[in-house]
């Protein structure tokens, strides 16, 4: 009998909710630490987690033994968890509704985990606002405006 094979690369990206609560540069690290955790423990592999003080990239290589709802919900409610619970956001932290999911093939890893990781950089040139839109057309993605994330650079 013949099993069955596969890789599914995934770049997941979701916002902060409020202003007031961002991700600050000083406890980024833990946060994205503690996310790669939620990953792995989930039997999935974290490639890259990493953000901005306002938005998060997550690239893994996703298993697909769970819904990538359930994925995402997850490591939303756990990260949210663990900043309220660490205090580390002067204010209560959520992230708002709703990801972006973007599925690349296994060439190109190393260029999207380098993306990922020089988020800080990046953004010195690129507002989230235009990365995300752009990853909306570059992969043909429908979208209403009405619908997208609230961006902190309006």
């Known amino acids: ?10 770049h997941i990206v979701f916002a902060v909710k409020r202003r007031e609560a961002l991700l600050q540069k000083e406890w980024r690290g ?4 503690y996310i790669a955790g939620i990953i792995n423990e989930r039997k999935h592999y974290s ?4 953000g901005h003080f306002d938005h998060i ?5 996703y298993k697909g033994h769970e819904l990538i709802e359930d994925l995402v919900r997850e ?11 660490e205090n580390l956001s002067p204010k209560k932290f959520e992230w708002q509704s ?13 260029t999207v985990i380098k993306y990922v990781m020089n988020q ?6 690129k507002t989230f606002r235009e990365e995300y839109f752009d990853f909306l057309k570059k992969n043909e993605i429908e979208f209403k405006d009405e619908y997208i994330f609230e961006f902190f650079d309006d």
């Not at 833990?30 to 630490?33: T, V």
């Not at 990239?57 to 290589?61: E, R, S």
């Not at 800080?120 to 040139?125: C, D, G, L, R, T």
Request: proline share 0%.
């Open 47 to 50: 490639y890259a987690v990493n």
């Open 75 to 85: 490591i939303k409610k756990s990260s949210n968890t663990f900043i309220n619970n």
């Open 98 to 110: 709703g990801y972006g999911v973007f599925s690349h093939g296994y060439s190109d890893r190393d």
């Open 120 to 125: 800080e950089n990046h953004h010195k040139k």
């Open 1 to 10: 009998m013949a099993n069955t094979y596969k890789r599914i690369l995934l």
């Open 30 to 33: 833990r946060l994205f630490e």
């Open 57 to 61: 990239h997550i690239f893994l290589d």
